[in-house]
């Protein structure tokens, strides 16, 4: 499991995550120190990611918490089955045979326990990856109840007695800042921020990840996309992932380089709500866009291209 | 062996002869100077993070700058924001010994240009008085404490030449019983509106803590002047903002509304754990099979959206922060019904209905400006609470989260706090945004009478508002 940051940087490389020194150096200290890697950002920016890298990484499983407002204690831990635990009290009702003691005593094994994430996590038998995506999104009672476990990894079950985890998991939190975290929790993690990447990595992105894709295409959608989330003031700036949708339908248009026409074509790709379009369109236009990617930025023609 | 740990021993007591232990260049030291650094400027910076970093520090190489930056934003600033102030704090902290005698040198020259304007300011005072009788005319230093003087110092040069004037023309031909006493007082009473003023204008954010050592002081000096230099619109205050800001503050106050109002709109139900049985439905659902209970239904509660009542001071001193609050509100009213505005200065007025949706922002505060009387007007706060309470008493319940916008500073302050006492009993919370800086509060009369019945913050830059948004009204 050990690794120095020069092979994590080439074991990113070649899970293919394109990775910045921080990126790396803050996931190889959250390894090394065996604390939670907290990992913030706007949306699309591979926060996720990262958690599936990882597990790639170590060839190991990923186990996947997805946070919702309301989740408690029975989805993230555990649960008894309990119509699976009726049945079985219903049928030895009718059998009469067993004795009632071993009756009981089986209704709290294993087999009646539904193993939500935490658990199965504490439960695993090689060190597995947990990822809690959008920890943001819970409520602060649980937010406490989480940050109990991560620094103890052990859990209580009353019928079974307290639980101590095999190895201590690779934790990844994931959060879109929409409410901000208690300072417990942040104090207990090793800190991320994602923001969305530059020009030049984005390059390296897409070049990575959409093959057949020429170089002057590739180098256009990049400063494009990154001018467009300078630039604009959008609900929701386009993300990585709307970057190398855009960057394959411009490939499947057998586009070689970025045009008003095929940019006006595939607007649909980088922007998923109206205000975003008509904002694109009022205040920078295909034209302009394409302007600017060819040096002669400033020709402001109203923007209708 | 027992040789060199020997030798070890006496060179540690060599070194510690010639510095104090604090002051030596061990990398703990350095380490725990710098994270004093970053609590001055208001990281909050626990022991264990601390340690954590120190941890970091050793697991990557000390040689690459980059890495032992990306080791220090891991382990201690825990948000964009405190990541930009830890950053710029490392670029301060740890540079060549050059550089910092140079900044040193910097900082010493113009601790020397204070103490020679403070020391200028004696001779500035002076003035020239006649004795009773025809007696030969004396002059006269105006005593003045030190802090006084270096207020004096800090005026800008035209009000310093007023006051000069006014200490040769006043008294030289009006004799009064004990004029020096008079004359003094005058200086000192206009010195202390200045340092009100002064402290009023401040600096600006971010906050800084300074520690009265000389070290210390230089890099935070350094980091804050840096941070300043970058105007943040989010940090700026509001008043500051100047026309060109505004469409930047415009797109992220619209940004930061529309986060909340998606988390206000969001009902869910409670955790199934701490709600009660539901046995009629219970009992109703499992029929079905034979009565036994095989689907528990458990009674749920919705989650109620927060009522607002917004308070907003639209008097002189306070239009251009209500705009702002303003603005916010209506971002949220576009998606809850549940927001009541009142405005108030010398009268208050209801303006909920005014808030039209259809309309852009502009336009509706447009016209709320044109048809209101009271816009920048003087401020009675207790006749709007009075207001309130007598004709849109259905307003104030449990429910309600009372959202003050005001300085404080009103007529009728006594009255006012009496009213407000009465508001909080009948309502879940009131918040009351003080667009004062905190540090001038002590100074303020009215703000101490009003605290005791609301929970008072600083909010005079979006980020201000920002935060209190997310951490007070959603918890």
Redesign the interface.
């Known amino acids: 499991m050990e690794l120095t940051i020069e092979q994590l940087t080439r074991a990113f490389e070649q899970q293919g995550y394109i990775a910045d020194q921080e990126t790396v150096v803050t996931a190889y200290l959250a390894l090394t120190l065996q604390k939670p890697l907290l990992v913030e950002g706007p949306p699309g920016v591979g926060k996720t990611e990262i958690a599936k890298v990882l597990a790639n990484i170590f060839d190991t499983e990923l186990i996947r918490l997805q946070c919702y407002e309301g989740l408690d204690e029975n989805k993230a831990l555990y649960e008894w089955n309990y119509q699976k635990q009726l049945i079985k009290i219903q049928l030895s009702q009718v059998n009469r045979e067993g004795e009632c003691q071993t009756v009981e005593e089986g209704l709290f094994s294993a087999e009646y326990l539904l193993e939500r994430p935490l658990l199965k996590a504490i439960r695993a038998e090689k060190r597995p990856v947990l990822l809690i995506d959008e920890i943001d999104k819970v409520d602060q009672e649980f937010e406490a109840f989480l940050f109990e476990i991560l620094s103890d990894f052990q859990v209580s079950i009353p019928e079974w007695g307290t639980l101590k985890a095999r190895h201590i998991p690779v934790v990844v939190l994931t959060s879109n800042g929409e409410r901000e975290l208690s300072d417990g929790l942040k104090r207990r993690c090793v800190y991320l921020y994602l923001d969305f990447p530059t020009p030049e990595k984005e390059l390296r992105i897409i070049t990575a990840k959409v093959p057949g894709i020429g170089r002057r295409l590739s180098l256009e959608v990049a400063k494009a996309v990154g001018y467009i989330r300078d630039k604009l003031e959008l609900r929701k700036k386009p993300s990585i992932a709307e970057t190398l949708d855009w960057a394959r339908a411009l490939v499947s248009l057998d586009a070689d380089r970025l045009t008003p026409e095929t940019v006006n074509l595939t607007l649909n790709i980088i922007f998923k709500n109206k205000d975003d379009i008509d904002s694109f369109r009022q205040n920078l236009g295909p034209q302009e866009l394409v302007g600017f990617l060819n040096g002669t930025s400033g020709i402001a023609t109203g923007g209708r291209g | 062996m027992k040789n060199d740990a020997l030798k070890e021993e006496l060179l540690e007591r060599a070194i510690e002869s010639v510095h104090r232990s604090e002051a030596r260049e061990y990398i703990e030291n350095n380490l725990a100077r710098f994270m004093h650094v970053l609590r001055h400027l208001g990281l909050?910076i626990?022991s264990?993070?601390a340690i954590?970093a120190v941890?970091?520090l050793s697991?990557?190489?000390l040689l690459d700058r980059?890495?032992v930056e990306?080791?220090f934003?891991?382990?201690l600033?825990?948000?964009?924001e405190d990541?930009l102030i830890l950053d710029r704090a490392f670029q301060a902290y740890f540079v060549t010994p050059e550089k910092k005698a140079e900044r040193a040198e910097r900082s010493k020259q113009a601790r020397e240009r204070e103490a020679e304007e403070i020391s200028a300011v004696e001779d500035e005072l002076k003035y020239e008085l006649e004795g009773p009788g025809g007696e030969e005319a004396r002059e006269i230093r105006v005593p003045l404490t030190e802090e006084e003087k270096k207020i004096y110092s800090k005026l800008p040069a035209d009000r310093k030449k007023k006051l000069q004037e006014y200490l040769q023309k006043q008294f030289q031909s009006n004799p009064v019983n004990n004029p020096e006493q008079l004359i003094t007082t005058m200086i000192k009473s206009s010195l202390n509106y200045w340092k009100y003023y002064l402290k009023f204008q401040g600096e600006g954010p971010p906050e800084v803590d300074y520690t009265g050592e000389e070290e210390i002081d230089e890099i935070l000096q350094e980091v804050v002047e840096k941070l300043r230099a970058e105007e943040l619109v989010l940090y700026q205050d509001i008043q500051k903002l100047t026309e060109a800001d505004m469409?930047?503050a415009a797109?992220l106050i619209s940004?930061l509304s529309?986060?909340l109002a998606t988390?206000i709109s969001?009902r869910?139900?409670?955790?199934?754990?701490r709600e009660r049985l539901d046995l009629r439905r219970t009992i109703r659902h499992n029929i079905r099979y034979g009565g036994?209970?095989?689907?528990?239904k458990y009674k749920t509660k919705k989650v109620q959206k927060p009522k607002i009542l917004l308070i907003c001071d639209v008097s002189g001193s306070m239009a251009r922060y209500a705009g702002f609050v303003l603005q916010f509100i209506f971002g949220l009213s576009s998606v809850t019904e549940d927001i009541e505005t009142f405005i108030f200065s010398e009268d208050v007025e209801r303006i909920t209905g005014e808030i039209d949706k259809s309309q852009s922002f502009e336009k509706t505060m447009a016209e709320i400006i044109n048809r209101s009387e009271g816009w920048g007007r003087g401020t009675d706060f207790y006749k709007a609470l009075a207001v309130i309470a007598e004709k849109h008493k259905g307003l104030l319940n449990k429910d309600t989260f009372v959202l003050i916008v005001s300085d404080t500073k009103t007529l009728n302050a006594e009255k006012a706090a009496a009213g407000l006492k009465d508001m909080k009993r009948k309502v879940k919370d009131i918040i009351w945004l003080n667009t004062l800086p905190k540090k001038v509060w002590a100074d303020t009369a009215t703000v101490s009478l009003f605290r005791r019945y609301c929970r008072m913050f600083e909010c005079n830059t979006l980020a201000h508002l920002d935060?209190i948004m997310?951490?007070q009204m959603?918890?």
Do not use: G, H, I
């Open positions: 909050r626990s264990a993070e954590d941890n970091a697991a990557v190489n980059r890495q990306t080791a934003l891991a382990t600033a825990k948000s964009p990541r469409p930047a797109a940004k529309r986060r988390r969001r869910y139900r409670r955790s199934k754990k036994t209970m095989f689907r528990l935060k997310r951490t959603l918890k």
